[in-house]
C-alpha cells in the first residue's frame, strides 16, 4: 500500500480548510458589512442567519484540525506519533478531494445567495442548503476522523 506520513496530510488539509475558511469569511464579511446584500426592503437584517448557517459548517472541523495541530506543536510525544504513523495516499486524497468539493460549495453559496433576487431569499437559498449540505459535512468529518483523531491501539 502506497501510504504517507499522517503529519504531512494532517497539514495539508490544515491548509485547505483554513484557506477556504479564510475566503469563505472575507465573502460573508463582505457581503454583511459593507452594503449588507442581505438587508430586506423593510429594513430586517437578516445577516445574524447567514452567520448561524456558515459558522456551523466550518468551525467544528476547522475546531477539531487545529486543536490536533497545536497539539503536536507543543507536545513531542504527539508529533513523534504524527510522523511515524502512516495513512494510505488514496484515503488522503480522497479526504483532500472530498473536503475541497464541500469548502467550495460553502464558499460558492454566499456567492450566489444576493443573485436570488432579495434577502428573504438569499437567506432561505442558504438555510435550504442545509438539507444537502449537513450529510456531505458528515461524511467528509467521518474521514477527516482518520486524520485527527487518535487510533484505538
Avoid at 442581505?38 to 459558522?55: I, N, R
Avoid at 438569499?122 to 461524511?139: C, F, K
Wanted: proline share 5%; charged share 15%; hydrophobic share 55%.
Amino acid at each position: 500500500m502506497d501510504t504517507k506520513p499522517l503529519l504531512d496530510c494532517q497539514r495539508a488539509l490544515a491548509l485547505l480548510w483554513m484557506g477556504f475558511f479564510a475566503a469563505i469569511l472575507i465573502v460573508v464579511i463582505a457581503q454583511t458589512s459593507f452594503g449588507n446584500v442581505f438587508m430586506t426592503a423593510k429594513g430586517e437584517d437578516l445577516q445574524k442567519s447567514v452567520w448561524q448557517w456558515m459558522l456551523p459548517a466550518t468551525t467544528p472541523t476547522l475546531i477539531l484540525v487545529m486543536g490536533v495541530l497545536v497539539n503536536c506543536e507543543l507536545v513531542a510525544a504527539a508529533r513523534q506519533e504524527a510522523q511515524r504513523r502512516r495513512v494510505s495516499k488514496f484515503f488522503f486524497h480522497l479526504t483532500l478531494g472530498a473536503s475541497a468539493f464541500y469548502l467550495a460549495i460553502v464558499l460558492l453559496l454566499p456567492i450566489g445567495a444576493p443573485h436570488k433576487g432579495n434577502a428573504a431569499e438569499a437567506v432561505d437559498m442558504l438555510l435550504q442548503s442545509n438539507v444537502y449540505m449537513t450529510p456531505i459535512q458528515g461524511l467528509i468529518s467521518a474521514a477527516l476522523g482518520v486524520f485527527f483523531l487518535s487510533p484505538k491501539e
